[in-house]
């Protein structure tokens, strides 16, 4: 017999540094516990934006599922810069090479809603583009 799921939250926490508070109490499970959990499995992605799955089951216990970083995250720190352009077609804030684009596809390509490295490659240069970030080759 299959466990009966209370709730499904989503939610995006530090990497390696979750702490209990109102975003986790939302879900219904045991806060510290999770903490600990979370911040074990996430430990050498330490200062990034970590999104996760919680299941939280009428027993208070839980499932988490631990996603890839945003791709707006990525594409900031590559470019080392601090947001995108207010209005990308009128400038341009940054420049990433082509061998970053490639490890930031890479990177995603088990969330993306694509088959191969190309196509992630694409998604992740619109993403660019929207953000005011060129492609340097």
Excluded: H
Excluded at 55 to 80: C, N, Q
Excluded at 104 to 121: Q, R, S, V, W
Aim: aromatic share 4%; proline share 5%.
């Amino acid at each position: 017999m299959s466990k009966k799921i209370a709730k499904v939250v989503k939610m995006e926490l530090p990497g390696g540094d979750a702490k209990p508070g109102p975003k986790l109490a939302s879900a219904g499970v045991n806060m510290a516990k999770f903490c600990t959990d979370f911040n074990a499995k996430t430990a050498d992605r330490r200062g990034t934006v970590v999104p996760v799955i919680i299941t939280a089951y009428e027993d208070k216990s839980y499932d988490f599922v631990i996603k890839t970083s945003p791709v707006a995250g990525l594409l900031l720190k590559a470019a080392g810069i601090q947001k995108g352009a207010a209005n990308p077609k009128a400038g341009k804030v940054g420049s990433i090479t082509r061998a970053q684009l490639k490890e930031i596809a890479e990177y995603k390509l088990p969330d993306l809603n694509c088959e191969d490295i190309e196509a992630a490659m694409k998604v992740i240069e619109g993403s660019a583009r929207n953000m005011g970030i060129t492609i340097k080759d």
